[in-house]
């Protein structure tokens, strides 16, 4: 119950400020988004945890759904695209392990899905610190969300093409 009255709220007020013509950041709506990815990561971890299939699946066939939503696109680059056909195609074959009741091929796909993600917003962050200025790959996470939150979206080109590998 209080899941659903954490989503509810956060969409009743999106709702609310849409309605009164306020426009809602792009950061702000990206944020809620993960976070429902992660939620819904997390009910997988726990169907896998204690062996319950249809929350293992259900939970994988929702985050191949939301990957395809227009949110989960955040740069137009090829390696962007790839990482999100990863992770859709991972979150498939997690829901296929599920419904065959394989709990090992769950787990496995799990940690494959947990590493797309990883790898995912690790190239995101490096893309949008070197978009901003900085060429620091080990530059602290703190930093690079606080340089983008300032700067903003805007600050990235729109045929972004990802940085060469050295």
């Known amino acids: 119950m209080k899941r659903l009255i954490a989503l509810v709220i956060p969409l009743a007020l999106l ?16 944020r809620q988004f993960m976070r429902q990815k992660l939620d819904h990561s997390q009910k997988v971890l726990e169907g896998i945890v204690v062996e319950d299939f249809d929350q293992v699946a259900d939970g994988a066939k929702m985050l191949s759904l939301l990957s395809k939503v227009a949110e989960f696109q955040v740069l137009p680059s090829a390696d962007y695209r790839r990482y999100s056909e990863e992770f859709r195609r991972t979150a498939d074959e997690l829901a296929q392990m599920a419904q ?39 530059a602290d996470n703190a930093e690079v969300i606080d340089l983008f939150l300032k700067n903003g979206r805007a600050e990235l080109r729109k045929n972004h093409e990802p940085p060469q590998q050295k």
């Open 100 to 138: 065959e009741k394989n709990l090992d091929g769950s787990a496995l796909k799990y940690v494959e899905l947990t590493m797309n993600c990883v790898n995912c917003h690790k190239y995101v962050r490096n893309v949008r610190l070197a978009e901003l200025g900085g060429q620091d790959d080990t």
């Open 15 to 30: 709702v609310t400020v849409a309605a009164f013509g306020f426009q809602v950041p792009q950061e702000w709506k990206h």
